[in-house]
C-alpha cells in the first residue's frame, strides 16, 4: 500500500520513535510545530478519524493511552494539546489516521 505511515510501521522509512507496542507506533513529526511534536498512529491502516468504525474504534482508546504514557515519559506536566486533523477542510495531509501531540509551548485557542 502506497502509504507513507504504513511505510514508517515497516521500517521501510525511517522515523524517531518514541513509543511503540503491537498496536500503536509514535515517532517524532519531521516538521515540528511546538517544541515536542509526537506523531501517534495505529498499526492497522485506517485512513482518517472518519474512518473510525464500531468494529475498529478499541483502537482509538489505545491511542489516547499511548498519547497519556508519552506524556509521563516526556515529563509534559504543564500539559499538552492532541489534534487529529480529518480531510481537506481539516488540514489532513497523510491518509493513515494519527494524533498530534504537542507540547512545551503556550498553544492558542482558538486554533485557527
Ligand atoms: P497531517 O497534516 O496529515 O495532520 O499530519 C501529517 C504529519 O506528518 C505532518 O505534521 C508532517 O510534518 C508529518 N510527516 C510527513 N512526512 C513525514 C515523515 O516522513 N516523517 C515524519 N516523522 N513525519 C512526517
Ligand atoms: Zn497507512
Not at 524517531?16 to 500503536?24: K, L, T
Request: hydrophobic share 40%; net charge negative.
Amino acid at each position: 500500500m502506497d502509504c507513507l505511515f504504513c511505510k514508517i510501521i515497516n521500517k521501510e522509512i525511517p522515523s524517531n520513535v518514541v513509543y511503540e507496542n503491537d498496536d500503536v507506533l509514535a515517532f517524532y513529526d519531521i516538521a515540528p510545530q511546538a517544541p515536542v511534536h509526537v506523531v501517534i498512529i495505529p498499526k492497522q491502516h485506517i485512513a482518517s478519524p472518519a474512518h473510525i468504525t464500531a468494529e475498529n474504534c478499541d483502537i482509538a482508546g489505545k491511542m489516547f493511552l499511548a498519547a497519556s504514557e508519552i506524556a509521563k515519559k516526556l515529563e509534559l506536566e504543564k500539559g499538552y494539546r492532541i489534534v487529529s486533523n480529518c480531510g481537506e477542510d481539516g488540514g489532513q495531509t497523510v491518509q493513515h489516521l494519527h494524533f498530534h501531540l504537542l507540547a512545551k509551548r503556550s498553544l492558542a485557542w482558538p486554533p485557527g
